[in-house]
């Protein structure tokens, strides 16, 4: 099964998650994500086999422009009670995409990259969750790409042996 996540503003923003079968068609009904926490929009998701079981993790942007994240079960069930901060520095963060495989250590969990503002261009940051939630380089990121212009539109992949980061330069 697949899971689909989108947000929506209706006098507040909401994210929302819909279980799908394979083929795309909708099971089940779309539930709201992060209820009682609006203002969260670009919502991410990328999904993990971890060896305890399969989960998703979904990554947003809050409107006061922090990275972050929730863990989600396979049934779309939120596994955190509040939102996990990824980074929480000063600055614009967008743009956040999730990737499942090793980290630091050979830990299972999730690369998560994104654009961020804090500099005069922007440039690509990122940081490495756990599957137990735990952040590395937690609240600031990790500088991943800078450059004389702006980083934007990447795209991150896990391959099962190494991840590959793709971005265009402006």
Excluded at 13 to 34: E, F, I, K, S
Excluded at 52 to 79: A, M, Q
Excluded at 112 to 131: E, S
Aim: charged letters at 10%.
């Amino acid at each position: 099964n697949l899971l689909t996540t989108w947000s929506s503003y209706s006098t507040v923003y909401r994210l929302w998650a819909q279980p799908c079968t394979p083929d795309g068609q909708p099971t089940g009904v779309a539930t709201q994500l992060m209820a009682g926490f609006s203002g969260y929009v670009q919502p991410g998701m990328a999904y993990g086999n971890f060896d305890s079981g399969p989960r998703s993790f979904l990554v947003t942007v809050s409107l006061s422009n922090d990275i972050r994240g929730l863990r989600v079960s396979e049934g779309g069930v939120v596994l955190d009670a509040a939102p996990i901060p990824i980074c929480t520095v000063l600055g614009v963060q967008s743009s956040p995409q999730p990737a499942f495989g090793l980290g630091p250590g050979g830990v299972q969990g999730w690369w998560v990259v994104w654009k961020d503002g804090r500099g005069a261009n922007a440039d690509l940051y990122g940081a490495f969750v756990a599957q137990d939630g735990s952040v590395s380089h937690s609240s600031t990121g990790m500088l991943l790409i800078a450059g004389a212009e702006d980083q934007f539109d990447h795209s991150l992949s896990w391959d099962s042996t190494r991840y590959l980061l793709g971005w265009q330069d402006y």
